[in-house]
Protein backbone atom coordinates (compact mmCIF):
# COMPACT_ATOMS: atom_id res chain seq x y z
CA UNK A 1 0.00 0.00 0.00
CA UNK A 2 1.42 3.61 -0.82
CA UNK A 3 2.16 5.50 2.48
CA UNK A 4 1.87 8.92 3.05
CA UNK A 5 3.18 9.66 6.63
CA UNK A 6 2.93 13.13 7.93
CA UNK A 7 5.22 13.45 11.06
CA UNK A 8 2.58 14.58 13.50
CA UNK A 9 -0.34 14.25 14.13
CA UNK A 10 -1.07 17.11 16.55
CA UNK A 11 1.30 19.95 17.13
CA UNK A 12 0.94 23.54 19.61
CA UNK A 13 3.11 26.08 18.86
CA UNK A 14 4.02 29.82 19.91
CA UNK A 15 3.39 32.87 17.99
CA UNK A 16 6.30 33.78 16.08
CA UNK A 17 7.93 30.20 16.22
CA UNK A 18 9.46 28.56 13.10
CA UNK A 19 7.04 25.71 12.74
CA UNK A 20 8.24 22.71 10.01
CA UNK A 21 5.49 20.24 9.34
CA UNK A 22 7.17 17.28 7.28
CA UNK A 23 5.59 14.72 5.21
CA UNK A 24 7.32 11.31 3.72
CA UNK A 25 5.90 9.21 0.98
CA UNK A 26 7.21 5.70 -0.46
CA UNK A 27 5.94 5.40 -3.61
CA UNK A 28 8.50 7.12 -5.33
CA UNK A 29 6.27 9.90 -6.45
CA UNK A 30 7.05 12.78 -8.88
CA UNK A 31 4.12 15.00 -7.17
CA UNK A 32 3.55 16.05 -3.55
CA UNK A 33 1.34 18.39 -2.07
CA UNK A 34 0.70 20.90 0.74
CA UNK A 35 -3.06 21.42 1.34
CA UNK A 36 -4.58 23.51 4.40
CA UNK A 37 -8.10 22.43 5.33
CA UNK A 38 -10.57 24.77 7.55
CA UNK A 39 -14.30 24.38 8.56
CA UNK A 40 -16.63 25.77 5.62
CA UNK A 41 -13.64 26.08 2.83
CA UNK A 42 -12.72 22.72 2.11
CA UNK A 43 -9.03 22.03 0.57
CA UNK A 44 -6.84 24.56 -0.65
CA UNK A 45 -3.57 24.33 -1.77
CA UNK A 46 -0.54 26.05 -0.61
CA UNK A 47 2.16 24.33 -2.69
CA UNK A 48 2.91 22.00 -5.14
CA UNK A 49 6.10 20.27 -6.22
CA UNK A 50 6.63 18.61 -9.05
CA UNK A 51 10.31 17.10 -8.88
CA UNK A 52 13.14 17.36 -6.49
CA UNK A 53 13.98 21.25 -5.70
CA UNK A 54 10.96 22.29 -8.00
CA UNK A 55 7.98 24.10 -6.60
CA UNK A 56 4.95 26.07 -7.42
CA UNK A 57 3.12 28.54 -5.30
CA UNK A 58 -0.78 27.01 -5.02
CA UNK A 59 -3.84 29.52 -3.98
CA UNK A 60 -2.70 30.48 -0.48
CA UNK A 61 1.02 30.51 -0.37
CA UNK A 62 1.50 33.45 1.56
CA UNK A 63 3.16 32.63 5.13
CA UNK A 64 4.55 29.31 4.18
CA UNK A 65 7.36 28.21 2.14
CA UNK A 66 8.47 24.40 0.97
CA UNK A 67 11.78 22.25 0.72
CA UNK A 68 12.00 19.39 -1.42
CA UNK A 69 15.70 18.26 -0.83
CA UNK A 70 15.30 14.24 -1.47
CA UNK A 71 12.37 12.61 -3.88
CA UNK A 72 10.42 10.99 -0.65
CA UNK A 73 9.94 14.19 1.55
CA UNK A 74 8.30 17.62 1.40
CA UNK A 75 8.43 19.98 4.26
CA UNK A 76 6.38 23.01 5.22
CA UNK A 77 7.74 25.78 6.98
CA UNK A 78 5.74 28.55 8.68
CA UNK A 79 8.55 31.31 9.02
CA UNK A 80 6.80 32.24 11.51
CA UNK A 81 3.96 30.93 13.14
CA UNK A 82 0.20 33.01 13.27
CA UNK A 83 -2.41 32.33 15.04
CA UNK A 84 -4.79 32.58 11.90
CA UNK A 85 -2.47 29.27 10.98
CA UNK A 86 -4.24 27.32 13.20
CA UNK A 87 -5.68 24.60 10.79
CA UNK A 88 -5.42 21.15 9.67
CA UNK A 89 -2.16 20.61 7.52
CA UNK A 90 -2.91 17.87 4.51
CA UNK A 91 0.15 16.38 2.96
CA UNK A 92 -0.46 13.96 -0.74
CA UNK A 93 1.58 13.06 -3.08
CA UNK A 94 0.47 11.59 -6.81
CA UNK A 95 2.59 9.57 -9.47
CA UNK A 96 2.60 12.64 -11.88
CA UNK A 97 0.88 10.55 -14.70
CA UNK A 98 -2.17 12.44 -15.71
CA UNK A 99 -4.55 8.76 -14.93
CA UNK A 100 -3.93 8.53 -11.41
CA UNK A 101 -4.97 9.30 -7.95
CA UNK A 102 -3.39 11.28 -4.82
CA UNK A 103 -2.79 9.64 -1.65
CA UNK A 104 -3.19 11.88 1.63
CA UNK A 105 -1.56 11.42 4.31
CA UNK A 106 -3.60 11.87 7.86
CA UNK A 107 -3.01 15.27 8.30
CA UNK A 108 -1.81 17.24 10.93
CA UNK A 109 -3.68 19.50 13.08
CA UNK A 110 -1.37 22.50 14.28
CA UNK A 111 -2.60 24.96 16.98
CA UNK A 112 -0.94 28.34 16.68
CA UNK A 113 -1.05 29.96 20.65
CA UNK B 1 -8.16 24.91 -13.83
CA UNK B 2 -11.63 23.20 -13.27
CA UNK B 3 -13.48 25.26 -10.25
CA UNK B 4 -16.20 22.60 -9.00
CA UNK B 5 -19.55 23.69 -7.03
CA UNK B 6 -21.43 20.98 -4.73
CA UNK B 7 -24.17 20.73 -2.72
CA UNK B 8 -22.81 21.43 1.02
CA UNK B 9 -24.77 18.54 2.55
CA UNK B 10 -26.94 15.95 2.09
CA UNK B 11 -28.95 12.87 3.95
CA UNK B 12 -29.47 9.67 2.66
CA UNK B 13 -31.22 6.50 4.09
CA UNK B 14 -29.16 3.28 4.72
CA UNK B 15 -29.28 0.71 2.02
CA UNK B 16 -30.54 3.80 -0.74
CA UNK B 17 -28.31 4.66 -3.19
CA UNK B 18 -26.36 8.13 -2.82
CA UNK B 19 -26.41 9.91 -5.97
CA UNK B 20 -23.79 13.73 -5.34
CA UNK B 21 -23.95 15.68 -7.83
CA UNK B 22 -20.84 18.05 -8.63
CA UNK B 23 -20.58 20.87 -11.30
CA UNK B 24 -17.24 21.51 -13.14
CA UNK B 25 -18.42 23.63 -15.95
CA UNK B 26 -15.00 25.10 -16.34
CA UNK B 27 -13.12 21.79 -16.87
CA UNK B 28 -11.19 21.56 -19.79
CA UNK B 29 -11.08 19.05 -22.67
CA UNK B 30 -7.94 16.39 -20.98
CA UNK B 31 -8.86 16.96 -17.18
CA UNK B 32 -10.18 14.18 -15.18
CA UNK B 33 -12.88 13.96 -12.89
CA UNK B 34 -11.92 12.73 -9.43
CA UNK B 35 -13.69 12.21 -6.37
CA UNK B 36 -12.74 11.84 -2.89
CA UNK B 37 -13.96 11.13 0.60
CA UNK B 38 -12.73 12.08 3.93
CA UNK B 39 -14.16 10.21 6.78
CA UNK B 40 -14.10 12.61 10.56
CA UNK B 41 -10.29 13.51 11.56
CA UNK B 42 -8.59 11.23 8.17
CA UNK B 43 -6.83 12.10 5.73
CA UNK B 44 -9.45 12.08 1.94
CA UNK B 45 -9.23 8.80 0.12
CA UNK B 46 -10.02 7.99 -3.49
CA UNK B 47 -13.14 6.79 -4.61
CA UNK B 48 -13.15 6.67 -8.44
CA UNK B 49 -12.61 9.20 -11.28
CA UNK B 50 -13.02 9.44 -15.14
CA UNK B 51 -12.36 11.04 -18.25
CA UNK B 52 -15.30 11.32 -20.45
CA UNK B 53 -16.86 7.60 -20.11
CA UNK B 54 -18.90 6.33 -16.81
CA UNK B 55 -16.79 4.44 -14.63
CA UNK B 56 -18.01 1.95 -11.60
CA UNK B 57 -15.28 -0.33 -9.19
CA UNK B 58 -15.82 -1.56 -6.23
CA UNK B 59 -16.66 1.41 -4.27
CA UNK B 60 -19.03 3.21 -6.51
CA UNK B 61 -19.93 4.20 -9.89
CA UNK B 62 -19.31 7.78 -11.94
CA UNK B 63 -21.47 9.20 -14.31
CA UNK B 64 -20.42 12.05 -16.61
CA UNK B 65 -22.77 14.57 -18.67
CA UNK B 66 -21.58 14.39 -22.60
CA UNK B 67 -20.46 17.96 -22.26
CA UNK B 68 -18.56 17.19 -19.31
CA UNK B 69 -19.35 19.91 -17.16
CA UNK B 70 -20.82 17.79 -14.19
CA UNK B 71 -20.69 14.61 -13.03
CA UNK B 72 -22.68 12.63 -10.17
CA UNK B 73 -20.86 10.03 -7.69
CA UNK B 74 -23.54 6.94 -7.18
CA UNK B 75 -22.90 5.09 -3.69
CA UNK B 76 -25.50 2.10 -4.46
CA UNK B 77 -26.28 0.59 -1.45
CA UNK B 78 -25.30 3.37 1.24
CA UNK B 79 -24.41 2.38 4.70
CA UNK B 80 -22.95 4.09 7.69
CA UNK B 81 -19.74 3.49 7.11
CA UNK B 82 -20.85 6.30 4.20
CA UNK B 83 -20.84 8.78 6.15
CA UNK B 84 -18.80 11.54 5.14
CA UNK B 85 -17.63 14.46 3.23
CA UNK B 86 -17.12 13.86 -0.25
CA UNK B 87 -15.10 15.98 -2.57
CA UNK B 88 -15.24 16.00 -6.48
CA UNK B 89 -12.18 17.75 -7.94
CA UNK B 90 -10.37 18.15 -11.31
CA UNK B 91 -6.89 18.17 -12.34
CA UNK B 92 -4.96 21.00 -14.49
CA UNK B 93 -2.19 20.68 -17.07
CA UNK B 94 0.77 20.16 -14.59
CA UNK B 95 -1.64 17.48 -12.78
CA UNK B 96 -2.60 19.57 -9.56
CA UNK B 97 -5.96 18.38 -7.63
CA UNK B 98 -7.57 21.11 -7.35
CA UNK B 99 -11.09 20.93 -4.03
CA UNK B 100 -13.88 22.65 -3.19
CA UNK B 101 -15.44 22.62 -0.41
CA UNK B 102 -17.47 18.89 -0.91
CA UNK B 103 -20.52 17.52 0.45
CA UNK B 104 -21.84 16.59 4.32
CA UNK B 105 -23.61 13.25 3.40
CA UNK B 106 -24.95 12.12 5.81
CA UNK B 107 -26.42 8.11 6.16
CA UNK B 108 -29.20 7.53 8.30
CA UNK B 109 -30.20 4.37 9.79
Known amino acids: DVKVTQSSRYLVKRTGEKVFLECVQD?????MFWYRQDPGLGLRLIYF???????EKGDIPEGYSVSREKKERFSLILESASTNQTSMYLC????????????FGQGTRLTVV | DAKTTQPPSMDCAEGRAANLPCNHS???????VYWYRQIHSQGPQYIIH???NNETNEMASLIITEDRKSSTLILPHATLRDTAVYYC??????????FGTGTRLKVLA
Open chain 1, 92 to 103: ASSSGQVNTEAF
Open chain 1, 27 to 31: MDHEN
Open chain 1, 49 to 55: SYDVKMK
Open chain 2, 26 to 32: TISGNEY
Open chain 2, 50 to 52: GLK
Open chain 2, 89 to 98: TGTTGTYKYI
